[in-house]
């Protein structure tokens, strides 16, 4: 997606709504396995969401030190500038073969101890595909991924972007579901069978029809 802005002039505005939505929005996390905490105590986990639901997202990850990966896109460029003020570092590029500089800081950043953070179907879609990269990140990291997946009537939905992107809505009630981990066993099995439960916990309830739990087969995609 193309920015009719430059990023850097809109990003202490948007910092501005974000404070406001992040007071007033009533954001529950159920969290059972107390993955969170784990991360904060230095547990590597690859973080993973759908990219419209990467707002609240972001609210529920800040404070474990993780590392997003974030695209050369123009809104990827947006992301980085706000990122860091949020209390998050970012690396640049994805794991497809356009964005290899992107997977080898994101996969540096897990063997590290670093809780990674990105989405299955960003900057380019399909909406909530789940491509292949993420669960080759994760085997070669040796780390679980953990489905992150938004709940709850306190958002507008733009349907008309690509991605569904969500937005929080002011004293609006939302849920974030955190896990369960997914662990990449070996081979073509293991991917798929770490792919099919990624795709289960990412599934919204509320849609109708099986386009959101496309497959596909590019690398991983960053946070945006």
């Avoid at 099995?189 to 596909?216: K, W, Y």
Wanted: hydrophobic fraction near 40%; charged fraction near 20%.
């Amino acid at each position: 997606m193309h920015l009719p802005f430059e990023p850097v002039r809109v990003a202490p505005l948007i910092q501005l709504v974000d404070a406001l939505l992040h007071r007033t929005t009533r954001c529950r996390i159920e969290d059972p396995g107390g993955i969170l905490h784990a991360a904060r105590g230095g547990e590597a986990v690859l973080f993973a969401c759908r990219h419209g639901q990467l707002w609240p997202c972001l609210w529920t990850v800040r404070g474990t030190g993780t590392r997003v990966l974030v695209s050369n896109s123009s809104d990827g460029e947006l992301l980085a500038h706000l990122l860091p003020a949020w209390g998050f570092s970012v690396a640049r590029g994805s794991s497809s073969s356009s964005g290899m500089h992107g997977a080898r800081e994101a996969l540096r950043a897990l063997r590290a101890g670093l809780p990674l953070g990105l989405a299955v179907d960003g900057p380019r879609g399909p909406r909530a595909a789940v491509q292949e990269g993420p669960l080759r990140l994760a085997l070669r990291a040796g780390v679980p991924l953990v489905p992150l997946r938004v709940d709850g009537t306190g958002r507008w939905i733009l349907r008309r972007t690509w991605d569904h992107f969500e937005v929080p809505r002011p004293a609006g009630r939302l849920c974030v579901y955190v896990g369960p981990r997914v662990e990449v066993g070996p081979g073509p099995t293991g991917l798929q069978e770490a792919r099919r439960r990624l795709v289960q916990a990412l599934e919204d309830p509320n849609e109708i029809g099986a386009d959101h739990a496309r497959v596909g087969s590019e690398g991983a995609q960053p946070w945006s």
